[in-house]
């Protein structure tokens, strides 16, 4: 049985014949009703505001509650024709902090493309389903954006697996999961949204080294990506194996996929020119706040899109993708990893040993999403607790004769057992209840 949400729906409208629709539409929105992309039903309470003014006094009597709030004076149009957020928005979005779980649905005055900061849109003249299609999608990106409240469990039988991308196949995989996610968050620019190949790819994908999570049958379940754009000729790992040729070949596999697709978008975005080697230096006034990082920049690296797929969220794989990317930096001699998360996310990467850069929230380099800066110290200090994870995940990986830890793969892996993973010792992966003991390896394509 899925979980029910209670979500709290906020509708404050001036015009009187709109309110008057939108109560017609609300008023046929089933009981319980599930989420796209989400393994949650929501139940909805609507209330019905008359100013701006109660807006901003729900959302601060309603903290820590789910809430979508539908406006019409969400927009404006500004001087020169163009449509535009108006200061309500802004003010809704500081008001939230570190809070995620709020929705913004405008009623656009006229046909408009994404509004960084409105998580929907619909037109003046919109329909019931329209109406319906907006508000459900907004509170669906509400629920994936904050981390899973219900722990689940994988059958005794069942593992995941996560390892470095190797083939094009793998890694379309991947995009094609962050595009599905990144869309129900409403993430997304508006010619990737709308691109028929539904990937998300850009610029920096050519310098990563990309992770697919995967279940022991070898569906799709998540995915990260480390961007180390300097990685020397001499590098040799024990996760990746040879991490330089790895990282050409996945350059190769990102301009064959844009190739493939016939709108241009993806094609130009590998083609964009940037200033600095990771995109946090760019979503972040770094020049200012934390010039000294700005420095010896080619032992650093960046995790982003850390992806799992909704139905699979609450396992742990969100922790084995980090662990496995901090095992990679550590692995291929970077000194430094930096990320960008959701305020309301920060407290996940704190596990790690991440550490907030400090008080200034930025925009992720091309997702519409207001972001802290954080950093780790790869140091392998004994009281580093993310490095000496990650020595131990290694030690396994090139001590082990074991089929599923030490074949090209090279894969970190979880399952039920939690004594075996949790601490990185995968002190039971020989023992004839391992999952993946039998499971036949998932086939990788060229």
């Not at 972040?284 to 850390?306: C, H, M, N």
Request: aromatic content about 6%.
């Amino acid at each position: 049985m899925s979980k029910v949400v209670q979500m709290r729906l906020f509708v404050q409208v001036r015009n009187a014949k709109r309110r008057s629709r939108i109560m017609a539409a609300l008023s046929e929105l089933p009981n319980r009703i599930e989420a796209p992309d989400c393994v949650e039903e929501i139940q909805f309470s609507v209330a019905y505001l008359a100013s701006k003014r109660d807006l901003i006094s729900k959302r601060t009597e309603c903290q820590d509650q789910p809430l979508i709030f539908l406006s019409d004076e969400f927009l404006e149009v500004g001087t020169l024709g163009f449509v535009k957020a108006t200061t309500l928005v802004r003010q809704l979005r500081e008001s939230a902090g570190a809070d995620a779980r709020i929705g913004l649905v405008a009623i656009a005055p006229a046909s408009v493309a994404r509004i960084p900061d409105v998580d929907q849109t619909v037109s003046i003249g919109f329909d019931k389903s329209t109406l319906q299609s907006a508000i459900l999608t907004a509170a669906a990106g509400v629920l994936l954006k904050v981390p899973a409240r219900t722990k689940r469990s994988l059958g005794s039988d069942q593992a995941i697996t996560v390892n470095a991308v190797r083939s094009r196949a793998e890694l379309e995989e991947c995009l094609k999961l962050r595009y599905r996610v990144y869309h129900a968050m409403s993430y997304l620019e508006d010619e990737v949204s709308r691109c028929p190949a539904k990937i998300e790819l850009d610029y920096f994908d050519q310098l990563s080294i990309h992770l697919i999570a995967r279940t022991s049958d070898g569906h799709v379940v998540g995915t990260a990506r480390l961007i180390a754009p300097s990685i020397s000729p001499f590098e040799k790992g024990d996760m990746v194996e040879e991490p330089l040729d790895l990282q050409r070949r996945c350059r190769q596999w990102c301009h064959s996929t844009a190739q493939s697709v016939s709108e241009p978008v993806f094609r130009n975005k590998l083609q964009e020119a940037y200033a600095v080697s990771l995109p946090i230096f760019q979503s972040t006034d770094f020049k200012d706040r934390w010039g000294e990082i700005l420095q010896p920049t080619g032992t650093y690296a960046e995790i982003s899109r850390v992806i799992v797929a909704p139905e699979f969220r609450g396992l742990g794989i969100s922790t084995l993708l980090m662990r496995t990317a901090i095992a990679v930096a550590y692995d291929i001699g970077k000194t430094r990893l930096l990320l960008e998360c959701i305020p309301a996310h920060t407290r996940m990467y704190e596990k790690f040993g991440f550490r907030e850069l400090g008080g200034y929230h930025s925009r992720v380099q091309e997702l519409d999403q207001v972001a802290a800066g954080m950093q780790l110290e790869i140091s392998d200090d004994l009281d580093n607790f993310a490095v000496q994870m990650a020595k131990r995940n290694l030690d396994v990986i090139a001590g082990s004769d074991d089929p599923h830890l030490n074949d090209t793969k090279r894969c970190l892996c979880l399952c039920n057992n939690t004594a075996c993973w949790k601490n990185g010792s995968y002190g039971f992966s020989k023992a004839v209840s391992c999952p993946l003991t039998h499971a036949p390896s998932p086939v990788r394509a060229a």
